[in-house]
């Protein structure tokens, strides 16, 4: 994404099976992912119930669900920091879980762009979805090695010639996620913000699993769709609704036990 308003998702060529040898608000439910005029709106909502004050709906919290919400937006809250030794050993943290056979030469590097970052210096992609989009990737890599693989290296289905970059994707489905489940507001507008802080008072982790169940199901989309890069947002639009309509299925208490989450492999 650059400061004139370009697209916040770069493409570039990925040939199959690549091996590494080879060097919040708006007026409708319509999410325009990829491009920088969709950072910081927000999405339709879900009505419940409404204060006077305000037209928009608003669910009550438990007294742990407000403390859950407020650890997690405090991560939201968090840039991406360069100059923080924290945030450059998650950076490095990450090369080593997507590419081990192959040492980092540094943080600013053209090595970047073979993980599907825009340029030599990841740091300037996690503006839309700062350091908490960076422990995502990293809790992905950790957590299910062999679907961030699978997705990293574009090993599944019959691929399109011209493919999402992965990083910048994971980036926006960051963003995407704290735009659905409404995560800035002080209290859920949407009921599937409101459903998804039950998840997260039963686990801290419940948003980085999130992600990755979103992060899959959204390659799967990319592949039932057979879809290749003036698509992008055609896929995380279809792959927004199947996961509300997913988090919102009856006698679903875990998030283990969302239909997507069987695509995960470890």
Known sequence: MDDRGGSFVAVRRISQGLERGNTCHSTSAEVVAGSAAWLGRGLSCVCAQRRESDARPSFDLSPAQEECLLMLQSRIDVSYDCSIPEHQEALR?????????????????????????????????????????????????????????????????????????????????????????????????????????????????????????????????????????????TVMKATRRQLEKELLLEDITRLEELPSYSLLTR
Request: glycine residues 6%.
């Open 93 to 233: 943290a990450l090369w080593n879980a997507a590419f081990p056979e192959e040492e980092l030469r540094g943080l600013i590097s053209e090595q970047w762009k073979d993980m599907g970052w825009q340029g030599k210096d990841p740091s300037t992609d996690f503006r839309g979805g700062g350091f908490i989009s960076l422990e995502n990737l990293l809790f992905f890599a950790k957590n299910f090695p062999k679907s961030f693989q699978d997705l990293l290296r574009k090993q599944e289905g019959d691929r399109s010639v011209w493919e999402y970059p992965f990083a910048v994707a994971g980036v926006n489905i960051t963003f995407m996620l704290i735009q659905m489940l409404d995560l800035e507001a002080v209290k859920p507008r949407t009921l599937v913000g409101a459903t998804f802080l039950k998840f997260l008072s039963e686990s801290d982790s419940a948003f980085d699993l999130l992600y990755c169940i979103t992060f899959k199901l959204m390659d799967h989309q990319w592949l039932s769709m057979r879809a290749s890069y003036m698509d992008f947002n």
